[in-house]
């Protein structure tokens, strides 16, 4: 059935990630009018432990938690005609149909639940190498032939067109394997409003629908630079995008719920985990740089104007690998000299493991949580990490864990340590690729039975388009002038910062006119370099984009081979934003006053 209304659709989230709060269902059908309800449960890190998931049991591979949504909820959804898609099929997308529709029985239910397949691109990686697809990693080029690996898991992130067959075969439940984020958002927009698959601007507005959407409370002010002018910042309610024909659309919640929807709030998301404002998704390019955002009062923003283009035609393919083993010894150092007996215990524990040469690869973090003349014994403590990885479980294991708990009596003054395994643990290594998109097709099933297969390759397509700002403007004027105070950034800008693959991204946003204009004077690459020494020697890029008052910054290889292999105490790069907005520079008083009488729209 082809559907084309006149009214906003209400597409509702009720989950950001594999584990999300489990009532957000309940609570999203119980809480007002809704027409979809969509829930993104993968993250690039959770392919890898829906693997491991399925080696203990095989039947599994999918998120397990969205059963247990649908067990309060599906038969509302039937008796509202409220459709359900969503990303739990992770690796299993049919097992998951098949339980769905064993629950629904006992509930005494009868669904149409469709599933989509395609996307599992393990068994064909050989097959692409000798018909000339590299699969070079997206970020450092490498070819995947020469890591002489075998891979885990290889999933395509596929687009929404096979949600929209599966809504034009009347399905109530869409199960999707690997898809884009935003694409659980963009086949319901798509199929209600019977958009083509040329109608960029539409399209475009969908994903950044989608894009709002996917991670939850985090649109609602979860993880808000301003989470202080929150009034009920706890249990937030989860968000709605209310779209339109033309593909803008409002962002909202149900009302009596917590948090806020707020210009800052949908700034910071539509920031998070970007690179370029040219934003790829395999049904069109958003330009995150055109869209027009605007407050209509009480939690609801609106979004137009977005700008649209032919996608390439490449997708993305996500390769886990087993990237070897590690362990770590993390040991505490309190009061006095500090840096003296972090270098002491790091040659204590080499000289016990038979030297720093003896592993692939070694990682050494003094983390300096110490004060000095501290109030209690914990706020006088530093922690130093030492990380081994090696191909040699053993190596890093038994023998590693031997070698440092014989040197316990033998260290500095006041020393102790966690507890050192002797199994060292398993990682993995995320390889992003690009695939010819001609060479993946979607294939569609209702209730088991195929009903659709469509070919991935995209009706137009093009090289990644430019971006659609205008030209820079000229800076309003010489912020250089004029008296400064030294306070932390964060005064006078909001941040948002995530993981894409072995790189991190900070979006920033200024609340005035005025602090954007310095801002983005003031905010270059080398002062973000000079902000945050970690990144000294990385490649730093900085995109403007105007229309938000904002600046994205990706710090390209600070996370390494990615989420699952990363060394850093926050692998997602989570806290990166905040640690930038904590540091103390030179802001013009003038600011300080202006951000004193808060936001300004």
Not at 2 to 12: E, K, Q
Not at 233 to 243: K, M, N, R
Not at 393 to 399: E, T
Request: aromatic letters at 6%.
């Amino acid at each position: 059935m082809v559907v084309s209304r006149t009214s906003p659709l209400r597409v509702a989230n009720i989950s950001g990630y594999w584990g999300d709060r489990l009532g957000a269902a309940r609570e999203m059908v119980e809480g007002g009018p809704v027409d979809v309800l969509t829930g993104d449960y993968l993250a690039e890190l959770t392919m890898l432990l829906l693997y491991k998931t399925r080696l203990r049991r095989p039947d599994e591979g999918y998120a397990r938690t969205f059963l247990t949504q649908m067990e309060s909820v599906l038969g509302t959804c039937l008796d509202r005609e409220i459709k359900v898609v969503v990303n739990a099929g992770g690796l299993n997308p049919a097992g998951l149909a098949k339980d769905l529709g064993a629950l629904a029985a006992t509930l005494g239910l009868a669904p149409r639940i469709a599933h989509i397949e395609g996307d599992d691109v393990l068994g064909r990686l050989e097959g692409f190498v000798e018909s000339g697809v590299t699969l070079n990693n997206i970020d450092s080029g490498e070819s995947l032939a020469e890591r002489k690996v075998e891979p885990l898991t290889a999933n395509v992130y596929l687009g929404a067109w096979g949600i929209v067959d599966a809504l034009n075969a009347d399905a109530d439940v869409v199960i999707c394997p690997r898809v884009t984020d935003a694409s659980v958002v963009v086949g319901p927009a798509a199929w209600a409003f019977g958009w083509a698959r040329d109608d960029w601007d539409r399209l475009a507005g969908a994903v950044l629908a989608g894009h709002v959407l996917e991670c939850g409370a985090q649109v609602t002010g979860g993880n808000y630079s301003f989470f202080q002018e929150i009034e009920q910042p706890l249990h937030p309610g989860y968000p709605i995008a209310e779209i339109e024909e033309d593909g803008s659309f409002v962002v909202t919640k149900h009302p009596g719920t917590g948090g806020q929807v707020s210009l800052g709030t949908v700034t910071a998301q539509l920031l998070y985990e970007i690179d370029r404002p040219a934003y790829l998704n395999p049904d069109v390019i958003t330009h995150f740089d055109s869209v027009e955002v605007r407050d209509e009062g009480h939690d609801r923003v609106r979004l137009s104007r977005q700008r649209g283009s032919a996608p390439t035609d490449q997708l993305k393919v996500c390769i886990n690998f087993q990237g070897g083993f590690r362990n770590t010894y993390a040991c505490m150092l309190t009061g006095l000299d500090i840096e003296q007996k972090a270098a002491f215990a790091t040659d204590a524990v080499f000289a016990a493991v038979g030297g720093r040469e003896n592993f692939e690869e070694v990682d050494v973090r003094l983390i300096r949580s110490d004060h000095e003349d501290a109030a209690t014994n914990a706020e006088a403590t530093a922690r130093l990490v030492i990380t081994v990885k090696d191909h040699d479980a053993d190596k890093v294991g038994k023998r590693f864990a031997a070698g440092v708990n014989g040197i316990g009596l033998a260290l500095y003054p006041g020393s102790y340590n966690d507890v050192v395994a002797a199994q060292a643990s398993e990682f993995a290594v995320m390889w992003p690729a690009l695939i010819p998109a001609e060479l993946i097709t979607q294939r569609v099933f209702v209730g088991g039975e195929e009903v659709g297969v469509r070919n991935c390759a995209p009706v137009a397509a093009g090289p990644p388009a430019g971006d659609f700002a205008p030209p820079a403007s000229a800076p309003q004027r010489d912020w250089r002038e004029g008296p400064t105070s030294v306070v932390p950034l964060g005064r006078v800008m909001g941040a948002r910062s995530g993981d894409k693959g072995g790189n991190a991204n900070i979006g920033v946003w200024a609340r005035s006119d005025e602090s954007y204009d310095w801002l983005r004077q003031f905010l270059d690459v080398e002062m973000v370099r000079e902000l945050i020494p970690e990144a000294t020697g990385l490649v730093i890029d900085r995109y403007d984009l105007a229309n938000l008052r904002a600046m994205n910054f990706v710090v390209r290889g600070i996370l390494g081979e990615g989420v699952a292999a990363s060394t850093r105490p926050d692998a997602q790069a989570k806290s990166l934003g905040e640690y930038l907005r904590s540091r103390r520079v030179p802001v013009p008083t003038e600011l300080l006053d202006l951000e004193s009488d808060g936001p300004t729209p």
